[in-house]
C-alpha cells in the first residue's frame, strides 16, 4: 500500500517526518485539498489529511464542508487540542465559550464548534472519534477509516498539556466511553450533542452513498490513473519571465 500523507502547518505536521510514503506540508487550513488532488490524480494511493481543529475549522472549514458533501476517497485527521498550540496557545473554533487563554483573559466571547455535530450535519458517510491517550485504540479506528469507501473524517481528541492542561488524562479518562459502530444518524447526532460523555469509535457510518470518483462517467471505463496521462511540458521560458 503506498500512502500519501498531507500535513498542515501545526504540532500534527511533526508526523509528516514520522512516517513512510510520501509527504507533504503545505498551508495552513489547506491539507484536505491537496490531498484531494492526489487522491483524484491516482487513486490506487492511500490518502491521508493531517491537519489541526484551529486549520480545519478555520481557513480550512470550506474544504472539510464541500470534502464532505462530494465524498472523496480520503480519511481526514482532525486533531483536537482546541487551541493554537504552535503559536502558545491561542482560541479555536474548538474552544469552550468562556475559557481563558492567551490573548484572551477574559475568556472567549463566540459560541464553539462541535466537529461531530457539523460533520453529522452535512450528510457524511464515515465519522469516528479518538482520543490520543489510546493509542490502540485509535489505531483500530483510523484503520476503519482507511478502509472506508468515502470521505472519513475522524476526531482526535488531543492533550495538550503546555496550552490546555485542564483537558488531561484524568479529565478525558473520567468522560470517554467507547461504542460499537453505529449506522443511525439519530443515535450518532445524540452521541456527538451528550454533554456528560466524551463517545469514541466509528460514531457513524453510511456505505450507501458512492464516493466521488466513482461517479465520474468520463472515467467509467478507463484503467489508466490521471497521474499517468499528465504530459511533460517545459515551463523555462515561463519561469524566467519572472526572474
Known amino acids: 500500500m503506498v500512502t500519501e500523507g498531507s500535513f498542515d502547518i501545526g504540532c500534527n505536521g511533526n508526523g509528516g517526518d514520522k512516517i513512510e510514503g ?4 503545505g498551508l495552513h487550513g489547506r491539507a484536505i485539498p491537496f490531498a484531494i488532488g492526489a487522491h483524484l490524480a491516482n487513486k490506487e494511493m492511500t490518502v491521508i489529511a493531517d491537519i489541526g481543529d484551529g486549520g480545519c475549522l478555520h481557513e480550512g472549514i470550506d474544504h472539510l464542508i464541500h470534502g464532505i458533501r462530494s465524498n472523496y476517497n480520503i480519511t481526514v485527521l482532525i486533531h483536537n487540542n482546541q487551541n493554537f498550540a504552535l503559536t502558545t496557545g491561542q482560541i479555536t473554533s474548538t474552544t469552550q465559550r468562556g475559557k481563558r487563554m492567551y490573548g484572551f483573559p477574559n475568556g472567549k466571547t463566540e459560541d464553539d464548534i462541535n466537529i461531530g455535530e457539523l460533520v ?3 450528510n ?6 479518538g482520543y490520543s491517550g489510546d493509542p490502540q485504540g485509535l489505531v ?3 484503520k476503519e477509516g482507511i478502509k472506508h469507501k468515502g470521505f472519513s473524517v475522524i476526531e482526535i481528541m488531543q492533550i495538550c498539556p503546555t496550552y490546555n492542561p485542564e483537558s488531561n488524562m484524568a479529565f478525558f479518562n473520567e468522560k470517554i466511553k467507547k461504542i460499537e459502530k453505529c449506522t443511525d444518524i439519530n443515535k450518532a447526532r445524540r452521541y456527538v450533542l451528550d ?3 466524551i463517545y469514541t ?3 457513524y ?3 450507501k452513498r458512492r464516493e466521488y470518483y466513482s461517479l465520474l462517467k468520463n472515467r467509467k471505463n478507463r484503467k489508466s490513473e490521471l497521474v499517468d496521462e499528465v ?3 517545459n515551463i523555462s521560458n515561463i519561469l524566467s519571465k519572472l526572474e
Not at 510520501?22 to 506540508?25: A, G, P
Not at 457524511?124 to 472519534?129: D, G, L, S
Request: glycine share 8%.
Open 22 to 25: 510520501f509527504r507533504v506540508k
Open 120 to 122: 453529522l450535519s452535512l
Open 124 to 129: 457524511p458517510t464515515f465519522y469516528a472519534k
Open 140 to 142: 483500530d479506528i483510523i
Open 195 to 197: 454533554k456528560e460523555r
Open 201 to 203: 469509535g466509528v460514531i
Open 205 to 207: 457510518q453510511n456505505k
Open 231 to 233: 504530459k511533460g511540458y
